[in-house]
T-cell receptor, first 112, second 112 residues
C-alpha cells in the first residue's frame, strides 16, 4: 500500500540521548517535510526537502537535523534530546513543494 | 498577527446541520489553500484543495475562497457525528519558500 511509513510509533527517551526518527515514502514524491504538533500550537514545520539532496529549515529547526540522501527517505535526528522536544512528530510528502501533503501516522516522543 | 488563523472552537452543531469553518490568512500572494481533517490521535488527511476564487464542491464538503478578503472557509452539509474532528486550514506561500503553513485548527463536534 502506497504511503508514508514512520518509525518508531512511540518512544520514551532520556534527556541527552540521540534519537533518529525514520520516514520512508513509496510515492516518489519530491518534497518531504517534518512537523511537530503540540497542543494549542498546531503543526509547526521543522525541516523540509524540496528534492533529494536538498534540505531547508522550517519554523522550529533548532535541535534537529535532517538528511535526504535519496527520494524515499527523510530521517529526523535529535542530537541531544531535551524535554521541550516532547511532542508528536509527523512526516509528510507531496509531489512538489507547496502541493497537498500526505502524512505518515506520526511518532509520539516523550523526553524525560 | 498569525499567518493562518482559525477559531479553535469547539464548534458544536446538531446532526444534519451545516457546519461552517473559517480561516483567514495574512499573505496576499498565497495561491493554494487546503483543508485537512484530523481525528483525535490520528494524522491529518486532505479533504479539499482550492486554488481560485469561488466555491468548490466535493460531496458534502464545499470550500469557499475569497482572495480579496484573504478568507477561506469549509462548509460541511448534513453534518454527521463521524465528522467530529479537528479541521486544519493550510495555505501555500503564507510562510514563504512555497511551503504550506497550517492554522492551529478548529475542533468540530457534531451532536447526535
Amino acid at each position: 500500500i502506497a504511503g508514508i511509513t514512520q518509525a518508531p510509533t512511540s518512544q520514551i527517551l532520556a534527556a541527552g540521548r540521540r534519537m533518529t526518527l525514520r520516514c520512508t515514502q513509496d510515492m516518489r514524491h519530491n518534497a518531504m517535510y517534518w512537523y511537530r504538533q503540540d497542543l494549542g500550537l498546531g503543526l509547526r514545520l521543522i525541516h523540509y526537502s524540496n528534492t533529494a539532496g536538498t534540505t531547508g529549515k522550517g519554523e522550529v529547526p533548532d535541535g534537529y537535523s535532517v538528511s535526504r540522501a535519496n527520494t524515499d527517505d527523510f530521517p529526523l535526528t535529535l542530537a541531544s534530546a531535551v524535554p521541550s522536544q516532547t511532542s508528536v512528530y509527523f512526516c509528510a510528502s507531496s509531489p512538489q513543494v507547496g502541493q497537498p501533503q500526505h502524512f505518515g501516522d506520526g511518532t509520539r516522543l516523550s523526553i524525560l | 498577527q498569525k499567518e493562518v488563523e482559525q477559531n479553535s472552537g469547539p464548534l458544536s452543531v446538531p446532526e444534519g446541520a451545516i457546519a461552517s469553518l473559517n480561516c483567514t490568512y495574512s499573505d496576499r500572494v498565497s495561491q493554494s489553500f487546503f483543508w485537512y481533517r484530523q481525528y483525535s490521535g490520528k494524522s491529518p488527511e486532505l479533504i479539499m484543495s482550492i486554488y481560485s476564487n469561488g466555491d468548490k464542491e466535493d460531496g458534502r464538503f464545499t470550500a469557499q475562497l475569497n482572495k480579496a478578503s484573504q478568507y477561506v472557509s469549509l462548509l460541511i452539509r448534513d453534518s454527521q457525528p463521524s465528522d467530529s474532528a479537528t479541521y486544519l486550514c493550510a495555505v501555500n506561500g503564507a510562510g514563504g519558500y512555497q511551503k504550506v503553513t497550517f492554522g492551529t485548527g478548529t475542533k468540530l463536534q457534531v451532536i447526535p
